[in-house]
Nanobody, 116 residues
Framework: QVQLVESGGGLVQPGGSLRLSCAAS????????MSWYRQAPGKERELVAT????????NYADSVKGRFTISRDNAKNTVYLQMNSLKSGDTAVYYC?????????WGKGTLVTVSS
């Protein structure tokens, strides 16, 4: 049974930091590209960051470059999203995504609220 379980969301003040985690099980984690998406109220889901299956190649949305860092630990079957200098516009539900060839899995999301 495939599972992607996000954690680490919550309420944070503007300028603050959060670290999201996504624990994966039920598939060969190391072979999948892992991504974080987010969906703000009333908006479409958007890609935030991706890290390839092996090695350190990463990609980021322009809106988060220099503030967010995606990383993975294949030994722990976990992908992370370190979010710094958070802004109110980062408020959204953040989803973990795993993708390999035609296979794709989603987590249920974790809510991040940036507000004073």
């Amino acid at each position: 049974q495939v599972q992607l379980v996000e954690s680490g969301g919550g309420l944070v003040q503007p300028g603050g930091s959060l670290r999201l985690s996504c624990a994966a099980s039920g598939f060969t984690f190391s072979t999948y590209a892992m991504s974080w998406y987010r969906q703000a109220p009333g908006k479409e889901r958007e890609l935030v960051a991706t890290i390839v299956s092996f090695g350190g190649s990463t990609n980021y949305a322009d809106s988060v470059k220099g503030r967010f860092t995606i990383s993975r630990d294949n030994a722990k079957n976990t992908v992370y999203l370190q979010m710094n200098s958070l802004k109110s516009g980062d408020t959204a539900v953040y989803y973990c995504n795993a993708r390999w060839a035609s296979m794709q899995y989603w987590g249920k999301g974790t809510l991040v609220t940036v507000s004073s």
